[in-house]
């Protein structure tokens, strides 16, 4: 039998090959309004001696100590060892229904050094000081929404859960050597909410072992994942904030430096645009919004989209993108600044058959002449119905969202359909096979979160069981063209939340490709890679609204797999919907055959 280093051995050879220094947790000393646990969770691992949560809702917070940090760390020899603790962590929706988002502050000796929210998978926040690494090995989600999981004293009624090792390195200059390190969470602030974050103290030496290959990837530089030779990047491109020059009108909380830095630093995401509407930008704040893009955008690091919602309420909405600042602001209706929001809305309904459609807004587009995408979304909800058949611009109109905190636009009958009402003959299903049109996700989030909405108190009806949307890119680089020709060219996909990696193609056509049936020399054969970062459930092929192939669950690693269409018959419309044992779904764009070229 393989004997396992003790944790004295792992240390040292820690220490000496990966320059940090490990660190023992110890019990907590737990305060405020947190709840201690008597006894071990059953559902966490065996090896727990507690385990102590805390919820978002709370004022108190955790907090414990660690073992002393070794007294010769701050040694010539040890210019550049950090610590590293190593601990378990857990995180859950304590209520089988939708709860606000948020973060958790995390302290080290006092000091603020990073801010996290409750996610499902692996996850890298980075920090002032320090970085954290959430890497689970257990995760459970209720069935069906609505329902309810009991998995142990603490964890009683929850929506979903998921449990893992937790490694946080932090910056050497933070501790001193021969004393212990203090570390807190508390909620950053406090929001009415069940979702939870929980501390539990392990056996070190099993902790150790487990913890091995994560701390390699903590200690390794992050790198965006890769296909082929594109980087594959993740983001929200649809938000809102509650900022606004014009009187009275506010359609979202917090301002936009507040959810900028909440996509950045909390979600984690590689790109995002905060695309207000049309409605909520005073004249020349449109110039105010694209200074402020400008000043966050770094490439390389975190991307800003230059964007706004176009919002029509007789021919639904679209949002408006360019790959550079300087392109049209062009309003949905035919109107002023207006001293406020009231005055607005009563102008607005009293133009009636005055408001401008969609190829206005594609005619100014076409007069400035510029590269720019228009996106469609929500297009089957009740309140904002849009149809592809009434209007669409092929130039512009190059992917549709097909997933938000709205729900599922793509196939009406779906578990991720719950709040919004929705009109089902609008579903995007039944337009794939006559519009070629590429597949994305964001949030339209109204609640400061991007990457990582719900609803809030007045907007119930975005409220959502599972992740709030986001967008996947193949890009060439890591840069705001890129990023745009990514989505221009469909190579792109949709997925309700985690960080799934996706990628499809065709006889070598990629994803999002629009291909001529002549230009085959075999029969279609589709060609999948999911690296899911979760145990999938099944991986589903589509051709247009047709199910044609079902994958079964490969586990928690990689799959892929190739499906050739022995009944093709010259066209065809492929994609695959990808989900996951937590109820997290990707698809992928569609790629399209045809007769003739399309």
Partial sequence: MKRHPTYAEWEATTRRKRRVAPVRSLAPVVGGAAYPATGTPPWARSQLAGAWLLRLQDTGSLAWRTADVPADIGGRSNEDTDVVVLFRLGFGNGSPVPQQTGAF?????????????????????????????????????????????????????????????????????????GQPVELRIEAAPPVPSATWV??????????????????????????????????????????????????????????????????RDIAGLDFCCLSEHDWQLADGEWEALQDLNDEWDTPGSFVTIHGYEWTSSSYGHRNVYFPERGGPFVRSADHRSVPDFEQYLAEANARGDDERTPRVLWDSLDRWGGPAITIPHHSSAAMFPLSLEQFFHE????????????????????????????????????????????????SDSHDGHPGNAQGHDHRPHLFHHHGSGQVGVHAAEFTRQAIFDAVHDRRCFALTGGSMVLDVSLNGHPMGANVPADALRQAPVLSVSVDSGAPCREIEVFDG??????????????????????????????????????????WSSPIRVREASA
Wanted: hydrophobic share 40%; charged share 25%.
């Fill in 198 to 263: 929980r501390v539990g103290i392990q056996a070190f030496d099993y902790e150790a072992m487990a913890c091995d290959d994560a701390l390699d990837v903590l200690l390794a530089p992050a790198f965006p994942p890769q296909v082929g030779d594109r980087l594959v990047l993740f983001g929200d491109l649809h938000n809102h904030t509650g900022e606004s020059a014009l009187p009275g009108v506010s359609c979202g909380r917090g301002t936009r430096r507040q959810a900028l830095a909440y996509a």
């Fill in 105 to 177: 502050r995390l302290s080290v000796n006092g000091r603020p050094i990073l801010s996290f929210t409750a996610v499902k998978d692996r996850r890298r926040w980075r920090g002032h000081g320090g970085e954290l690494l959430f890497s689970p090995d257990l995760a459970r989600a209720a069935f069906r929404p609505g329902e309810g999981l009991a998995l142990d004293q603490q964890a009683c009624h929850e929506a979903w859960a998921a449990e893992g090792s937790a490694l946080l390195r932090i910056r050497r200059d933070l501790v001193t050597p």
């Fill in 395 to 442: 130039g512009y109109d190059r992917v549709a969202e097909i997933y938000s905190t709205w729900g599922d636009s793509l196939h009406h009958h779906t578990d991720r359909n719950v709040h919004a009402q929705r009109v089902e003959d609008l579903e995007l299903a039944r337009f794939v096979d006559d519009y070629p049109i590429g597949f994305i996700a964001s």
């Fill in 545 to 586: 609204r047709r199910l044609v192939h079902v994958e079964a669950a490969r586990g928690p690693g990689p799959a892929r797999f190739e499906w050739e269409d022995t009944a093709f018959r010259g066209e065809g419309t492929y994609f695959v919907r990808v989900t996951r044992e937590d109820g997290e779904v990707a």
